[in-house]
C-alpha cells in the first residue's frame, strides 16, 4: 500500500526553466513532508520541508507548495541547473508513533545544458 | 562536521549468512533509523530507534535486528539471508521528535 506517490518516473527540463515535481499522498495523519536528493552510489540529501501549517516554504531556488486539501505537494525548483539532475524523493511523516518517513518510488530528473 | 558514516560500504553475502550492518550517527544525535532501498522503489522503513531503546519497526520479518548502543550508534542485523535482501541499506539520524532525518551513504547489500 504506497501512501505516497510520485507518479512522474522521469522529467526533463531546459536549463534556467521551471522544473516541477509531484507527490501525493493518501494518510491524512502525515503532517511534515520532505523531499530528498539523492546522486547514484550515495545517500538521500536532505533538500527542503514543510510542515502541514504551512502551505509554502523557500529555500534558494527551492520552493515546495503544499495542498492539503488535495493531499498534493509539489517541489519547484527555480532556474533548474545541470547539477540539479537526480532523482528526487518526496517522504512524509506523522507526528503520532515513530516518526519513520514514507517515501515515494522517485522521479528521476534531467537538466539539460 | 562528519555526517552519518556507515560500513562496510559494500557486502556479498550468499543465502543463509547473517550479517551486520554499522551506522554512526551525526554528534548531537540520539535517534537512528534504518531504511531499506530495492532498485527502482524509494527507501522502505526498517528500525527506528532513541536513546537506546526500540521507537518503531517497520514491516520486516523477523530475521531483521537491530540495536542502538550507548554512544547512539547502532547495528542492523539480518539473519538466514535471502536473494531478496539484496538491497541498499540506508541509516539516517536525527536529534529526534519530528526533526529532520539526514542520511548516510549506505551500504550495498548483495546476496548470491
Known amino acids: 500500500d504506497q501512501q505516497v506517490k510520485q507518479n512522474s518516473p522521469s522529467l526533463s527540463v531546459q536549463e534556467g526553466r521551471i522544473s516541477i515535481l509531484n507527490c501525493d499522498y493518501t494518510?491524512?495523519?502525515?503532517?511534515?513532508f520532505l523531499w530528498y536528493k539523492k546522486y547514484p552510489a550515495e545517500g538521500p540529501t536532505f533538500l527542503i520541508s514543510i510542515s502541514s501549517i504551512k502551505d509554502k516554504n523557500e529555500d534558494g531556488r527551492f520552493t515546495v507548495f503544499l495542498n492539503k486539501s488535495a493531499k498534493h505537494l509539489s517541489l519547484h525548483i527555480v532556474p533548474s541547473q545541470p547539477g540539479d539532475s537526480a532523482v528526487y524523493f518526496c517522504a512524509a511523516s506523522a507526528l503520532t508513533g515513530a516518526n519513520n518517513l514514507f517515501f515515494g518510488t522517485g522521479t528521476r530528473l534531467t537538466v539539460i545544458p | 562536521d562528519a555526517g552519518v558514516t556507515q560500513s562496510p560500504t559494500h557486502l556479498i553475502k550468499t543465502r543463509g549468512q547473517h550479517v551486520t550492518l554499522r551506522c554512526s550517527p551525526i554528534?548531537?544525535?540520539?535517534?537512528v533509523s534504518w531504511y531499506q532501498q530495492v532498485l527502482g522503489q524509494g527507501p522502505q522503513f526498517i528500525f527506528q530507534?532513541?536513546?537506546?531503546?526500540?521507537?518503531g519497526r517497520g514491516n520486516f520479518p523477523d530475521r531483521f535486528s537491530a540495536r542502538q548502543f550507548p554512544n547512539y550508534s547502532s547495528e542492523l542485523n539480518v539473519n538466514a539471508l535471502l536473494l531478496g535482501d539484496s538491497a541498499l541499506y540506508l541509516c539516517?539520524?536525527?536529534?529526534?521528535?519530528?526533526?529532520?532525518?539526514?542520511f548516510g551513504p549506505g551500504t550495498r547489500l548483495l546476496v548470491l
Open positions: 494518510n491524512s495523519m502525515f503532517d511534515y
Open positions: 539516517a539520524s536525527s536529534s529526534g521528535g519530528q526533526e529532520t532525518q539526514y
Open positions: 554528534s548531537g544525535h540520539k535517534s
Open positions: 530507534y532513541y536513546e537506546k531503546e526500540e521507537r
